[in-house]
């Protein structure tokens, strides 16, 4: 019987150590990777295709909720769980449409995540208690939609590089492109949620557990 290849992305080694300890000690089951940001993440995926990638939401470089919405596009046959400590209805929401089949906080892991790792790999929801999609989760009508959603792929990801910290320069480093080009994402963003500072954007990112402080 084939093993089930697992991925692990939290940004603190010792979730990740205690996250692998407890997954391979369920028979027939090895943690194939493990990434310490959402790009890294991304790039594991991509490469070794697991069954499964267990992500946290707060990750550095790209959060949870993008990278989600990348392994799918790029390995569409790896289920995503997200083990968060965040009690949002928002996130689950989130995750969900970018295509995560599961949202379990990190207070329950000990006790559930086996149990979600399994529903998950069979192409099964699961949710700890305390949390659970909204009930028009299927409904993509919404009259309302996030000024997040706004946003392209491209400027949620320089929205949290730049909330990080990181200037044009260095996010023209890291994605590959122009100053020019870096400047102009910016100043989209601004445009797209009514910011007039940085200082207001971090605020947003924050408040939007895009990053974490």
């Given at each position: 019987?084939?093993a089930?290849?697992?991925?692990i992305?939290?940004?603190?080694?010792?979730?990740?150590?205690?996250?692998?300890?407890?997954?391979?000690?369920?028979?027939?089951?090895?943690?194939?990777?493990?990434?310490?940001?959402?790009?890294?993440?991304?790039?594991?995926?991509?490469?070794?295709?697991?069954?499964?990638?267990?992500?946290?939401?707060?990750?550095?470089?790209?959060?949870?909720?993008?990278?989600?919405?990348?392994?799918?596009?790029?390995?569409?046959?790896?289920?995503?769980?997200i083990?968060?400590?965040?009690?949002?209805?928002?996130?689950?929401?989130?995750?969900?449409?970018?295509?995560?089949?599961?949202?379990?906080?990190?207070?329950?892991?000990?006790?559930?995540?086996?149990?979600?790792?399994?529903?998950?790999?069979?192409?099964?929801?699961?949710?700890?208690?305390?949390?659970?999609?909204?009930?028009?989760?299927?409904?993509?009508?919404?009259?309302?939609?996030?000024?997040?959603?706004?946003?392209?792929?491209?400027?949620?990801e320089?929205l949290?590089?730049?909330?990080?910290?990181?200037?044009?320069?260095?996010?023209?480093?890291?994605?590959g492109?122009?100053?020019?080009?870096?400047?102009?994402?910016?100043?989209?963003?601004?445009?797209?949620?009514?910011?007039?500072?940085?200082?207001?954007?971090?605020?947003?990112?924050?408040?939007?557990?895009?990053?974490?402080?």
């Amino acid at each position: 019987m084939t093993a089930l290849r697992i991925l692990i992305a939290d940004d603190h080694s010792v979730v990740r150590a205690g996250l692998r300890s407890l997954l391979e000690s369920h028979p027939g089951w090895e943690v194939c990777a493990e990434a310490a940001d959402g790009r890294e993440a991304v790039d594991k995926a991509a490469k070794l295709k697991p069954h499964v990638a267990v992500l946290d939401i707060g990750m550095p470089l790209l959060n949870g909720v993008d990278a989600t919405r990348r392994i799918r596009k790029s390995s569409p046959e790896t289920e995503v769980l997200i083990l968060t400590m965040h009690e949002s209805e928002d996130l689950v929401q989130q995750v969900i449409e970018a295509g995560a089949r599961g949202y379990i906080l990190k207070d329950d892991a000990d006790r559930i995540l086996i149990a979600a790792v399994d529903a998950v790999r069979n192409h099964k929801p699961y949710f700890s208690t305390r949390v659970s999609p909204a009930s028009d989760s299927a409904d993509s009508s919404e009259p309302h939609k996030s000024s997040r959603s706004r946003l392209t792929a491209r400027e949620r990801e320089i929205l949290q590089l730049l909330a990080e910290g990181k200037s044009n320069k260095e996010i023209a480093a890291l994605l590959g492109i122009s100053v020019n080009t870096a400047e102009a994402h910016r100043a989209n963003i601004m445009l797209k949620l009514g910011f007039h500072s940085i200082t207001e954007l971090v605020v947003y990112a924050v408040r939007n557990k895009i990053i974490q402080t």
